[in-house]
């Protein structure tokens, strides 16, 4: 079952931040986060594995709250580079070694200058 | 997208034709995957492949066929193709999370 992300879309000035959620029905093993450019594939941010776990990168940060089975994605002063389309992602399963994501529908993120 | 290439990345079809879409990856993984990606719909799966020798569907296999030929190539095949396969397909390797190929758009007419 595909994971919901909120808002759909988001317009930000330079330097303001952003937050992006993704929630689900089912329970949360794990939750990935990309980004996608305009007629780009969509690259790897981060994976979170544990409930509570906060990670960061650059100034993208996300945490994982097992229990409301959700994600946020946190852009804190927000740059001309983080325009895109983020995605989170699930995995079906816990066990399984294939893993096979289950994608939100994405969530567009213009930073304007 | 290094370590994972798919060909072609543009082609346009005519209802009824066929064609495959080719990906390879260099980083000796196991598990392989095939998306597509439409409008407003994210990304959905098509097959999957943990390992070489098996294939297993996806949420949208219908009209899709694969090969998982050897540990490097993973091909998607369309016998008969339908104007609703009109989309971008990606195909995907997971890493620690997935890599994904620079994807081929397909248009069916």
């Known amino acids: 079952q595909q994971p919901v992300q909120s808002p759909q879309a988001v317009i930000l000035r330079e330097g303001e931040d952003a937050v992006i959620n993704c929630s689900s029905s089912?329970?949360?093993?794990?939750v990935h986060w990309y980004r996608q450019k305009h007629g780009e594939a969509p690259v790897f941010l981060m994976i979170l594995l544990k409930g509570g776990e906060q990670k960061g990168h650059d100034k993208i940060s996300a945490s994982f709250n097992e229990k409301k089975q959700q994600s946020s994605l946190y852009l804190t002063a927000s740059q001309l580079s983080y325009s895109g389309t983020y995605f989170c992602?699930?995995?079906?399963?816990?066990?399984?070694?294939?893993?096979?994501?289950?994608f939100g529908s994405g969530t567009q993120l213009t930073v304007l200058p | 997208n290094a370590g994972v290439t798919q060909t072609p990345k543009f082609q346009v079809l005519k209802t009824g034709q066929s064609m495959t879409l080719q990906c390879a990856q260099d980083?000796?993984?196991?598990?392989m995957y095939w998306y597509r990606q439409d409008p407003g719909m994210g990304l959905r799966l098509i097959y999957y492949s943990a390992s070489e020798g098996t294939t297993d569907k996806g949420e949208v296999p219908n009209g899709y066929n694969v090969s998982r030929l050897n540990k490097r190539e993973f091909s998607l095949r369309l016998e008969s193709a339908a104007p609703s396969q009109t989309s971008v397909y990606f195909c995907?390797?997971?890493?620690?999370?997935?890599?994904f190929g620079s994807g081929t758009r397909l248009t069916v007419v």
């Open positions: 089912k329970a949360l093993y794990s």
């Open positions: 992602g699930t995995p079906d399963s816990y066990s399984g070694s294939a893993r096979q994501l289950t």
């Open positions: 980083m000796n993984h196991n598990s």
């Open positions: 995907a390797i997971r890493t620690d999370g997935y890599t």
